[in-house]
T-cell receptor
Framework: AQSVSQHNHHVILSEAASLELGCNYS??????LFWYVQYPGQHLQLLLK??????LVKGIKGFEAEFIKSKFSFNLRKPSVQWSDTAEYFC?????????????FGAGTRLAVHP | DAGVTQSPTHLIKTRGQQVTLRCSPK?????VSWYQQALGQGPQFIFQ???????QRGNFPDRFSGHQFPNYSSELNVNALLLGDSALYLC???????????????FGQGTRLTVV
C-alpha cells in the first residue's frame, strides 16, 4: 500500500538552529511531492512542491526540500529557524498513476521553536 | 478572492445520527477532495469529486458519501455516526482541467466533528 513516513513526531529547537525533517514514501511510480504547514489555529498551507526538474526545490519562508528518487525521500530543511516557524509540518505524496491528484499524508511533525 | 470555506466550524452529534458538512471551493477551482484528520494523525483521503461525480475513493465505508453541485461546491455526508468518526474534516479544492495535471490543493479550515 502507498504510505508516507515522517521520522520525527516532535522536534524542539532553539531559534537560529538548523532544521531537517525527514520524509520517505513507499510507491514505485511517478509522484508529485508536497510539504504543507499548519500554524496554530490556521488551515493547511502549502510550503513547497515538487513536480519535476531540479530535485532541490525552494518554498516560502526560507524552506527548501530535496527529492532523492533512489531513496524515496523528500526531506525538508531550513538553515535557521525562527519562533514563528512553530507549527505542524506534513509531507504529502500524490501518485500520478491513476491520473487524479489525491494526497497521501504522513502523520506530521510538530515543531516547537524556543526563543 | 475567497479561499476554501467550510461550514460549520464545529459540530457535536450523537452516535447513530447523520451529519452533513459543506465546502465551497476556491474561486476558479473545479475539483473538491475531502479528508479526515484524526487527532495526532495526518489527513486521510476520503474521496474526490469532479464534474459532479465521485472519481476516486479512499478506504472509507459506504456510510461516507458526498455530492458536488453545478457550482462546484460539495457536501460530505456521514450516516450512522460512530465515536470513531470524531475528527477534523478537511475540504481541499484544486483546478484539474483533466487527468494527470500537476496541480496543488488548497485547504479549508475544516469542520471539527465530535460524536458523543
Amino acid at each position: 500500500a502507498q504510505s508516507v513516513s515522517q521520522h520525527n513526531h516532535h522536534v524542539i529547537l532553539s531559534e537560529a538552529a538548523s532544521l531537517e525533517l525527514g520524509c520517505n514514501y513507499s510507491y514505485g511510480g511517478t509522484v508529485n511531492l508536497f510539504w504543507y504547514v499548519q500554524y496554530p489555529g490556521q488551515h493547511l498551507q502549502l510550503l513547497l512542491k515538487y513536480f519535476s526538474g531540479d530535485p532541490l526545490v525552494k518554498g516560502i519562508k526560507g524552506f527548501e526540500a530535496e527529492f532523492i528518487k533512489s531513496k524515496f525521500s523528500f526531506n525538508l530543511r531550513k538553515p535557521s529557524v525562527q519562533w514563528s516557524d512553530t507549527a505542524e509540518y506534513f509531507c504529502a505524496v500524490s501518485p500520478l498513476s491513476g491520473g487524479y491528484n489525491k494526497l497521501i499524508f504522513g502523520a506530521g511533525t510538530r515543531l516547537a521553536v524556543h526563543p | 478572492d475567497a479561499g476554501v470555506t467550510q461550514s460549520p466550524t464545529h459540530l457535536i452529534k450523537t452516535r447513530g445520527q447523520q451529519v452533513t458538512l459543506r465546502c465551497s471551493p476556491k474561486s476558479g477551482h473545479d475539483t473538491v477532495s475531502w479528508y479526515q484528520q484524526a487527532l495526532g494523525q495526518g489527513p486521510q483521503f476520503i474521496f474526490q469529486y469532479y464534474e459532479e461525480e465521485e472519481r476516486q475513493r479512499g478506504n472509507f465505508p459506504d456510510r461516507f458519501s458526498g455530492h458536488q453541485f453545478p457550482n462546484y461546491s460539495s457536501e460530505l455526508n456521514v450516516n450512522a455516526l460512530l465515536l470513531g468518526d470524531s475528527a477534523l474534516y478537511l475540504c481541499a479544492s484544486s483546478l484539474e482541467r483533466g487527468r494527470g495535471s500537476n496541480t496543488e490543493a488548497f485547504f479549508g479550515q475544516g469542520t471539527r466533528l465530535t460524536v458523543v
